[in-house]
């Protein structure tokens, strides 16, 4: 599960995030761009900017992406309810209001590059992909990574980078990144995500042992050194791999 315990405005006005112009990237069929979209409009109104999302970037970018076309056909009519959903193989597409807060606390950019760990349905990445245009996304189950890079590609998201594979290691042919998120949780902060975190860069990632003790982080590379920020409680489906195996810190 992808979802948050309590909300977080005080945490987010206290960051200071910016507010900008939203830069749209992808190139969604005519067809899907206005389906739904008084959904998405309400969904944006009452669960994410009532609860204190406010960067205008953002804010469009979960205006436009089709939730309900990154969902099982059977679960489409609930894309928009204030949860996460199940999309197959034990994985969940987030809460709508904890994808936008893990976006928002990114401080991304329109020439930011983000490297998303755990692709699950590909909706991470296209709203990230709403923002930049520099877009690296990693999943472990080649069958959810294979189906996500489909989606991307068939909604006009094809400038995202996909890759199947373990996302405990990172990316680092392409690093470094401005910019992570992690969408399964880890029991540590993996030390080969900070490595690739640039300088003054950002991730935001779950973790926890176990689903009731999980505290999403923010945190912020300065001189080289992880600088950690907790912005509360979240329940995230645990990252799976080497990030389980002993000696893993290593």
């Known amino acids: 599960m992808a979802t948050a315990t309590r909300a977080f405005p005080r945490v987010l006005a206290a960051l200071g995030i910016g507010l900008g112009a939203c830069v749209r990237n992808g190139t969604q069929p005519a067809a899907t761009v206005g389906e739904r979209a008084a959904e998405r409009e309400r969904m944006v109104a009452q669960q994410i900017e009532a609860r204190g999302v406010s960067d205008e970037r953002v804010l469009a970018a979960m205006r436009a992406v089709p ?141 926890g042992a176990g689903p009731w003790d999980q505290e999403l982080l923010l945190i912020t590379k300065e001189a080289g050194r992880p600088v950690e920020r907790n912005l509360g409680g979240v329940r995230f489906v645990p990252m799976t791999g080497a990030a389980q195996q002993p000696g893993a810190r290593r």
């Open 67 to 207: 939730r309900h076309l990154f969902v099982p056909a059977e679960l489409r009519a609930r894309a928009y309810e204030d949860g996460p959903l199940p999309i197959g193989l034990g994985q969940t597409i987030s809460q709508p209001y904890i994808v936008a807060v893990m976006t928002e606390v990114l401080a991304l950019g329109p020439e930011s590059r983000v490297l998303e760990i755990g692709s699950g349905s590909g909706y991470q990445a296209a709203v990230l992909a709403e923002i930049t245009p520099h877009v690296f996304t990693i999943e472990i189950v080649p069958a959810l990574g294979e189906r996500a890079a489909r989606t991307l590609v068939e909604l006009g998201y094809g400038a995202v980078r996909c890759r199947i594979g373990d996302g405990y290691f990172g990316w680092p042919e392409e690093a470094p990144f401005d910019a992570i998120v992690v969408t399964a949780a880890p029991g540590f902060v993996p030390p080969k995500l900070v490595e690739q975190l640039a300088e003054k860069g950002r991730m935001c990632l779950p973790v």
